[in-house]
């Protein structure tokens, strides 16, 4: 019977509060949601913040301290001096050393007198994918007169994801969902991805726990180290390239004892004759940087550059960053000085100064 009050009838009255029920439990949940991606978002931002756009860039750092690359950075006017930005991925950061340490801050004391301008843009974990892209998207502005990148083993591998140092937990940032860890397909993913920093930790969990094959081949490498020649020369700027692999593959009969294992050697080895021969396929101007380290084994008998109290045997320590700035030292202090139009005085020199720094039009 319709109810004596209302004239409601008490089924309607159940499905109506049901629905403001279901309705109120929706918007909690939705609550819920936006609150906890607030809270990601400022969790996974420190020290690195995810960078969609431009798409392919993946995340940057969100401090600068005199290296790496953060996004929005504004560039600087030198006047009288050659800049010099250096790309790559931790170690030209210099991972386990100090800014003063790593290689390009060498590189550039051992480039003086010239006035150098020597910038440090590399960002740990950084693909050739990520090169090309902060190359591609962000270096007009910065006008290099030299671009000199450091590519290394690992760098054939895309990047999935980084370590989110607070939840020490993997945050995904590919621009492409392996097969075997997509929770939902790609073009419903790789939006998630660019927009939800909580599908980015979950996606990251899930492609922690997943076996797949990291390797897409070296036309992957092959194409982004292309797009990195094709910027360079459109742009009149010399590209120099050091190529590098484990320090501990100085002496490769004693890699296994020293590395992780004998495969992980031979692999590395494997993929730096790949990007070696990749190199000369382009025909770039390149630095054999292992064989640096080998000739310098023979020479010495030393057979790693391990970092004081670490067993890394990808970063070197200071003093194999120091061979690493030697090694692109006279190859780069050629380049300079055929720069058109940079014509250089040594410091010091009475009654002389250095003409204004000239740009290339663009």
């Not at 109506?16 to 931002?45: D, P, V, Y």
């Not at 504004?74 to 050659?82: D, M, N, V």
């Not at 080998?294 to 890394?312: A, C």
Request: hydrophobic share 40%.
């Amino acid at each position: 019977m319709p109810d004596t009050v209302s004239g409601t009838p008490p089924a309607l009255k159940r499905r109506s509060r049901w629905r403001a029920g279901l309705l109120l439990s929706a918007c909690l949940l939705l609550l819920l949601t936006l609150a906890a991606e607030a809270a990601q978002r400022r969790i996974e931002s420190a020290p690195v913040q995810y960078v969609s756009d431009p798409w392919g860039m993946k995340y940057a750092l969100t401090t600068w301290q005199r290296r790496g690359w953060v996004e929005g950075m504004a560039p600087t006017e030198i006047q009288g001096s050659h800049r010099v930005i250096a790309v790559g991925d931790s170690l030209t950061y210099g991972w386990n050393v100090s800014h003063t340490q790593a290689w390009p801050e060498q590189l550039r004391l051992l480039l003086q007198p010239r006035a150098v301008e020597m910038l440090n843009f590399g960002v740990p974990g950084y693909d050739a994918e990520q090169i090309a892209t902060l190359v591609e998207q962000r270096l007009d502005a910065w006008e290099p007169d030299v671009l000199l990148w450091c590519t290394y083993t690992n760098d054939i591998y895309p990047t999935y994801t980084y370590q989110s140092a607070r939840l020490n937990a993997p945050v995904f940032v590919g621009t492409s969902i392996p097969a075997e860890a997509r929770i939902v397909p790609d073009a419903v993913g790789l939006p998630l991805v660019a927009h939800s920093a909580l599908f980015r930790l979950l996606q990251g969990g899930v492609l922690a726990r997943t076996q797949f094959t990291n390797h897409p081949g070296m036309d992957w490498y092959d194409g982004w180290l292309g797009r990195i020649q094709r910027w360079a020369d459109a742009h009149d700027v010399p590209l120099l390239v050091l190529a590098m692999a484990p320090h501990i593959l100085a002496r490769p009969e004693r890699c296994g004892d020293l590395g992780p294992d004998p495969y992980w050697c031979r692999s590395s080895e494997m993929y730096y004759g790949q990007i070696t021969a990749t190199l000369r396929q382009h025909g770039l101007q390149w630095i054999d940087g292992l064989a640096a380290f080998q000739e310098q084994s023979r020479q010495t008998g030393q057979e790693s550059w391990f970092p004081p109290q670490l067993r890394d045997p990808d970063h070197p320590s200071a003093e194999g960053h120091a061979l690493m700035a030697r090694t692109i030292a006279p190859a780069l202090a050629e380049l300079i000085d055929r720069l058109p139009g940079h014509a250089w005085t040594p410091a010091g020199t009475p009654g002389r100064q250095r003409p204004p720094r000239q740009r290339r039009p663009r």
